[in-house]
């Protein structure tokens, strides 16, 4: 004990900070050399952690002295975190009795434990070989009626582990070793009253440490039922398709035959010939209809060219009227009174009977041509 008389160390209630106070500076040196830090967390977190040393010196005359502060650290290091790893046969078969009497679900399970990237293997230390919590689930959930999962309950009892038991699986709580736990999860057992209507079933287990802090793989384990062979007695029939069973008011048809060779060339040879007739026929009658339409247009075509004709060269008599020019009657007149003065002036000379004959026969040519031109005109005012 390095506390001597007059001594006195003290720390506060964090126990981040220890005062010591003394009169032998050899003794004092001694003391703080004693001092160490301590983490009790089984995983620190890593870092560095600041340490500072201050010195007050009382001297004998009663003067203080303030000695430099001396500062360090300490570093903690990262510890490797555990990995839980649960392994076995994924796949067990068993018949209709071995359920009926409750099948083991997970019969070679192994609960591992390793540190960062190193193999699995179980670790020495004594908090590191334990498990506070595993977890088996079923989907779908259990039906009551014909399924059960069953547990050791003596051996729970005795390692003072805690259970539940639903529909939707089963959860073992309480801190313990690996080992214990690997007992009693391979106690676990599975009953199924009725196996017939299932194909398999499927159980997933979940470890976890520190409060579900380092928690393992998911290990799924598969329990498939084995269905008996289907025996068919000798006084049964087998059992046909739906299409090869026969009604009684069915009609039955002859059974298929393989024709020879040249059956088959000469019944080919008659359903061809009497393709081509059918065309030959089909192509006739559309070049027919086709012909008879051609002409039909070309009728209907002159008959309307016909009929326009006709209507244009038809009177309307009763839109005709007939107008007599007035001025033809006055030209008949001076016209005869011309020729009375030639037949009074018949004995003057050649001479002038030529020229007067000719001007006259131009003038009765003119006046002649002057009523044909006006004897008949069409009244536009109707």
Same mark, same amino acid.
């Given at each position: 004990?390095?506390l001597?008389?007059?001594?006195?160390?003290?720390?506060?209630?964090?126990?981040?900070?220890?005062?010591i106070?003394?009169?032998?500076?050899e003794?004092?040196?001694?003391?703080?050399?004693?001092?160490?830090?301590?983490?009790?967390?089984?995983?620190?977190?890593?870092?560095?952690?600041?340490?500072?040393?201050?010195?007050?010196?009382?001297?004998?005359?009663?003067? /203080?002295?303030? %000695?430099?502060?001396?500062? +360090?650290?300490? *570093?903690?290091? @990262?510890?490797?975190?555990?990995?839980i790893t649960i !392994?076995?046969t994924?796949?067990i078969?068993?018949?209709?009795?071995?359920?009926?009497?409750?099948?083991?679900?997970?019969?070679?399970?192994?609960?591992?434990?390793?540190k960062?990237?190193?193999?699995?293997?179980?670790?020495?230390?004594?908090?590191?070989?334990?498990?506070?919590?595993?977890?088996?689930?079923?989907?779908?959930p259990?039906?009551?009626d014909?399924?059960?999962? /069953?547990?050791? %309950?003596?051996?729970?009892? +005795?390692?003072? *582990?805690?259970? @539940?038991?639903?529909?939707?699986g089963?959860?073992? !709580?309480?801190?313990?070793?690996?080992?214990?736990?690997?007992?009693?999860?391979?106690?676990?057992?599975?009953?199924?009253?009725?196996?017939?209507y299932?194909?398999?079933?499927?159980?997933?287990?979940?470890?976890?440490?520190?409060?579900?802090?380092?928690?393992?793989?998911?290990?799924v384990?598969?329990?498939?039922?084995?269905?008996?062979p289907?025996?068919?007695?000798?006084?049964?029939?087998?059992?046909?398709?739906a299409?090869h069973?026969?009604?009684?008011?069915?009609?039955?048809?002859?059974?298929?035959?393989? !024709?020879?060779?040249?059956?088959?060339?000469?019944?080919?040879?008659?359903?061809?010939?009497a393709?081509?007739?059918?065309?030959?026929?089909?192509?006739?009658?559309?070049?027919?209809?086709?012909?008879?339409?051609?002409?039909?247009?070309?009728?209907?075509?002159?008959?309307?060219?016909?009929e326009?004709?006709?209507?244009?060269?038809?009177?309307?008599?009763?839109?005709?009227?007939?107008?007599?020019?007035?001025l033809?009657?006055?030209t008949?007149?001076?016209a005869?009174?011309?020729?009375?003065?030639i037949?009074?002036?018949?004995?003057?000379d050649?001479?002038?009977d030529?020229?007067?004959?000719e001007?006259?026969?131009?003038?009765?040519?003119?006046?002649?041509?002057?009523?044909?031109r006006h004897?008949?005109?069409?009244?536009?005012?109707?």
């Amino acid at each position: 004990n390095l506390l001597e008389p007059g001594m006195e160390m003290v720390t506060n209630s964090h126990g981040s900070q220890v005062t010591i106070d003394g009169e032998d500076a050899e003794n004092m040196n001694q003391l703080v050399r004693q001092v160490a830090y301590l983490n009790t967390r089984e995983f620190p977190a890593p870092g560095r952690r600041r340490l500072e040393l201050s010195t007050a010196i009382t001297c004998i005359d009663g003067t /203080k002295r303030i %000695v430099p502060s001396a500062i +360090s650290g300490i *570093l903690v290091l @990262s510890v490797p975190q555990p990995t839980i790893t649960i !392994s076995g046969t994924e796949n067990i078969s068993r018949v209709y009795d071995a359920f009926k009497r409750g099948v083991r679900i997970f019969s070679d399970m192994r609960i591992s434990v390793s540190k960062g990237t190193e193999e699995a293997e179980p670790v020495a230390g004594v908090n590191m070989d334990k498990v506070d919590k595993c977890t088996i689930s079923v989907f779908p959930p259990l039906n009551p009626d014909h399924e059960e999962i /069953k547990l050791p %309950v003596l051996m729970l009892k +005795s390692l003072k *582990l805690g259970n @539940s038991i639903t529909g939707n699986g089963v959860e073992i !709580s309480g801190a313990d070793m690996i080992y214990n736990y690997e007992q009693v999860i391979r106690q676990v057992t599975y009953t199924n009253k009725k196996p017939a209507y299932y194909l398999n079933r499927q159980f997933k287990i979940v470890c976890s440490e520190l409060n579900q802090r380092f928690t393992s793989n998911e290990y799924v384990q598969t329990l498939t039922v084995i269905h008996p062979p289907v025996s068919v007695s000798e006084n049964m029939l087998p059992i046909q398709p739906a299409h090869h069973q026969l009604s009684q008011h069915g009609a039955e048809m002859p059974s298929a035959h393989i !024709s020879s060779d040249h059956q088959y060339l000469s019944m080919g040879q008659t359903q061809g010939h009497a393709v081509v007739v059918v065309v030959v026929v089909c192509v006739g009658l559309l070049f027919s209809v086709l012909a008879v339409g051609v002409v039909r247009l070309r009728a209907a075509h002159k008959r309307a060219l016909r009929e326009e004709a006709e209507v244009e060269m038809a009177w309307d008599d009763a839109a005709l009227n007939i107008t007599v020019n007035p001025l033809e009657e006055t030209t008949e007149c001076r016209a005869m009174g011309g020729e009375k003065s030639i037949e009074s002036d018949m004995d003057q000379d050649s001479s002038d009977d030529e020229m007067y004959v000719e001007e006259t026969s131009d003038d009765d040519d003119e006046e002649d041509e002057a009523p044909t031109r006006h004897r008949l005109e069409w009244d536009d005012g109707l």
